[in-house]
Nanobody, 124 residues
Framework: QVQLVESGGGLVQAGGSLRLSCGAS???????MGWFRQAPGKEREFVAA????????NYADSVKGRFTISRDKDKNTVYLQLNSLKPEDTAVYYC??????????????????WGQGTQVTVSS
């Protein structure tokens, strides 16, 4: 059973930075890991994904150049570095895992395992 726990969210001013962490229990070193977000009244959307080896990364156009996904397999942890934050980045951020596939996984249904989410609020 895979369990994911996000942390690192908070309130930050526009232009600021945050680093989100996703700690995983279970054997997730070979899993594809992704980050999604959901703003109030909107559907959950893809943010970033990283292959099991870490060599392939994929980003939504809206965050390219500002966000960076990485993973530490020894710590069973995935990170999302958020830089140059904008008010429109405000959302609950979710970590997700998939046993197969690759960083091309951008759809919510491709990820069977989800964390509970962490709130990111960017003030203008």
């Amino acid at each position: 059973q895979v369990q994911l726990v996000e942390s690192g969210g908070g309130l930050v001013q526009a232009g600021g930075s945050l680093r989100l962490s996703c700690g995983a229990s279970g054997r997730t070193s070979s899993y594809v890991m992704g980050w999604f977000r959901q703003a109030p009244g909107k559907e959950r959307e893809f943010v970033a994904a990283i292959s099991w080896g870490g060599g392939s990364r994929n980003y939504a156009d809206s965050v390219k150049g500002r966000f960076t996904i990485s993973r530490d397999k020894d710590k069973n942890t995935v990170y999302l570095q958020l830089n140059s934050l904008k008010p429109e980045d405000t959302a609950v951020y979710y970590c997700a895992a998939a046993r197969s596939g690759g960083s091309y996984y951008t759809r919510t249904y491709e990820y069977p395992y989800w964390g509970q989410g962490t709130q990111v609020t960017v003030s203008s």
